[in-house]
Structure formats: structure tokens, C-alpha cells
């Protein structure tokens, strides 16, 4: 190639353009989460204004964004566990806003709060059994399957879950939460207080989860890596929503990663 062939090239060929993460909050065509103009918080403190979110059947979507941006307050507020004030939640085409936790449950939905999150004192089998406290008998097949997905927890089906690793309760937790088959599983901070060497771990066993069909919707303080995993993310900021797209573009974006990713 000569040399004007060479800067006749360079001039053709675009500029790559920067990543702009979008700002549309709701996705296109049914979803089985969906939340509009949400208001929430507690008692009297309101800290979610106007809040729009989808999740898609079978989805993996994640929120982040600063620390009392109201991330775990949307989750909380899926699940009847905060005072609702305006907007609507609706799953699978039912509205669920002023639902109690356990009405929810029925309604497919399973949450691993990010503490608290296991009966200590129980065997971790007692604890999986917990989870089908709302059926007339403990679907012992549904045991097995969640023994298949975590094996650690069939070596350890005795002991007080109370006495585990952070790794391995945040397992009970999620165990506990699927032994209902869940159509949407929500995650409050899964990573929180795990070994470094562990975390990863964590959300390889969540990816599956999600490939097995489970649509999740998950609070993470891990951003940059829920962001590479995640089908889409959100980034609330102040109790609103900022920006909304697929994982990749929220990396990509250099305003959301000096802002909301540390660079």
C-alpha cells in the first residue's frame, strides 16, 4: 500500500465512537417484573422516587450504583418488606405492591436478603426444609435437586448452619429461597463478606442458577463483575433511576465507570 493510499484509508475509516449508556428505563414486550413510578421507603423517609424497572422472563438483571442510591430499598420493596407510597409492582401481570412477604412467596417469587439470612441454630437441612414451610409436606425431590446444585451443602445436611463458612450459608440462603422453584430470584448483595477467592465462585453457581431458567434480580456490590455477567443493569442514584442498558454498555460508558465504578 503506498503512502496516499495509506492516509486515503485512515481518513475513511470512522473514529470508534464512545460508549453512551442509555437512559430508557423499561424494556420492549412482556416482562415478569414490572415497576412504574415507584415511591417507597420507610415509614415516613421516602427513598425511591418515580423508579422504573423490567425484568424479562428468564433475565439476569443487576442494579448498582453509590451506597444509599436505594439499590436494596427496590428489592425490599418487591417483597413487601418496606412502606409502599406510589407507582405499582406488578409480577407476572398481578400487582403485588401492599402484598405480605409470604403472599409473595406464593406468588413465585424467592429473596436472599444480604444478612440474617439463615437460622443458625438449625441443621442445613431443617434450614432447606424452612423453605417449603408454605406446602403441606417438604418436597424431598426439590431437596435433592438443591443438593445437586450445591454438594457441599449434602456433606454438611447436619450440621447448624450457624457453624458454616460465609460461602457456604450464603448457599443455605439461596438453597432455601429455590426450594419453591422461584420463577424470579432476588439477591441482596451475594458477595458481601466473602474471601476474594470465593466470589467468583459465587457467581458461577449464580449464572447457573439463571441459565437453569430462573430469572434474578440482584443488588451488587461487586459491580464491575455483576455487570459483565448481567443481561442488563440499572444504575440508581439518589433513590432515581440514572442510566439503564445491557452490562457491556454500562462497562463501556466512561461517565457511569468514573462515577459509579471507580474508573
Known amino acids: 500500500m503506498s503512502a496516499d493510499e495509506a492516509v486515503e484509508e485512515s481518513v475513511e475509516e470512522p473514529a470508534a465512537e464512545a460508549t453512551k449508556a442509555g437512559t430508557a428505563h423499561t424494556v420492549e414486550g412482556d416482562a415478569i417484573l414490572r415497576i412504574r413510578d415507584l415511591d417507597a421507603g420507610y415509614g415516613d423517609l421516602q427513598i425511591l422516587t418515580d423508579v422504573d424497572l423490567d425484568v424479562a422472563d428468564g433475565e439476569y438483571v443487576t442494579i448498582v450504583g453509590p451506597n444509599g442510591a436505594g439499590k436494596s430499598t427496590v428489592m425490599k420493596t418487591v417483597f413487601g418488606l418496606t412502606t409502599y407510597m406510589d407507582g405499582s409492582v406488578e409480577f407476572e401481570g398481578n400487582e403485588i405492591h401492599g402484598l405480605a412477604p409470604e403472599q409473595i412467596i406464593r406468588e413465585g417469587i424467592g429473596f436472599v436478603p444480604q444478612t440474617d439470612n439463615v437460622f443458625p441454630g438449625l441443621s442445613v437441612r431443617e434450614n432447606l426444609e424452612m423453605g417449603a414451610y408454605i406446602l403441606d409436606s417438604v418436597p424431598e425431590d426439590q431437596i435433592e435437586e438443591i443438593f445437586d446444585r450445591f454438594p457441599i451443602l449434602r456433606e454438611r445436611q447436619e450440621q447448624k448452619a450457624g457453624t458454616l463458612s460465609g460461602g457456604q450459608r450464603q448457599m443455605v440462603a439461596m438453597g432455601r429461597a429455590l426450594m419453591l422453584d422461584p420463577d424470579l ?79
Open 185 to 263: 430470584l432476588l439477591l441482596d448483595e451475594p458477595s458481601a463478606g466473602l474471601a476474594p477467592d470465593l466470589v467468583s465462585d459465587m457467581f458461577d453457581r449464580i449464572d447457573r442458577i439463571n441459565d437453569a431458567g430462573t430469572a434474578i434480580l440482584m443488588v451488587e456490590q461487586n459491580a464491575k463483575e455483576a455487570l459483565r455477567r448481567c443481561d442488563r443493569g440499572y444504575v440508581l442514584v439518589n433513590g432515581e433511576n440514572r442510566y439503564t442498558d445491557h452490562g457491556e454498555a454500562l462497562l463501556g460508558d466512561e461517565d457511569v465507570r468514573k462515577d459509579f465504578l471507580g474508573g
